[in-house]
């Protein structure tokens, strides 16, 4: 099976290009004030952006993060955007300090990074939002294909719990089912968590 060291994210990331945001996009809005009240969200794994894009259309400043530069060709298709989008072409691991943010976005990236990735990058995000700040983030769980892997860090409910240390969890739903992965067969376990900081 596929994971983060094989797959040819420019080419899933160009055919994801059309697809609409994420409904998560709305209610981290929603968490961190409402669309009044725009600030700057982190989109960290933004693949072809377009929640990256619909934060920016609901005036918001967004660092937009990944390995892949889909994004930056599609920023020229969407200048009409009451916010902006700067994309950071980067591995994700290696930026030391992260702008400070309202919103700390991630869907699908957190456990791709790996076990020490991961530990050395939720740190740094956590740090970059203020008390009130919103987390909205996927990680995989312990029951995916994918949890066995090297590359892959799969995280039971006790390390889930552990990293929302000093939130106030808002929601918390869970995915827990058979599915594809492009052209393949694969069981999904992804826990999405939208979270304000509490302390």
Request: glycine fraction near 8%; charge should be neutral.
């Amino acid at each position: 099976m596929d994971t983060a060291q094989t797959v040819d994210w420019g080419a899933l990331n160009a055919s994801a290009a059309g697809r609409p945001a994420r409904r998560l996009v709305d209610r981290a809005i929603t968490a961190a004030g409402g669309a009044r009240r725009p600030g700057t969200v982190l989109d960290i794994g933004a693949g072809a952006g377009a929640d990256s894009l619909q934060f920016a259309r609901r005036g918001w400043t967004v660092h937009a993060y990944d390995a892949d530069d889909t994004l930056a060709a599609r920023l020229v298709e969407n200048q009409r955007m009451s916010g902006s989008v700067r994309f950071h072409h980067t591995d994700v691991t290696s930026v030391l300090e992260f702008p400070p943010a309202r919103i700390v976005y991630s869907t699908y990236t957190l456990s791709l990074l790996g076990e020490e990735g991961l530990t050395r990058t939720w740190p740094r995000l956590v740090s970059a939002l203020p008390r009130g700040g919103v987390m909205a983030v996927d990680v995989i769980g312990r029951n995916d294909s994918w949890a066995e892997r090297d590359d892959i860090a799969a995280l039971d409910a006790p390390q889930i719990d552990a990293m929302f240390r000093g939130f106030q969890v808002l929601d918390r739903s869970i995915r827990d089912e058979d599915g594809r992965f492009q052209a393949d067969k694969k069981h999904w376990h992804v826990i999405t968590t939208l979270a304000r900081k509490t302390a």
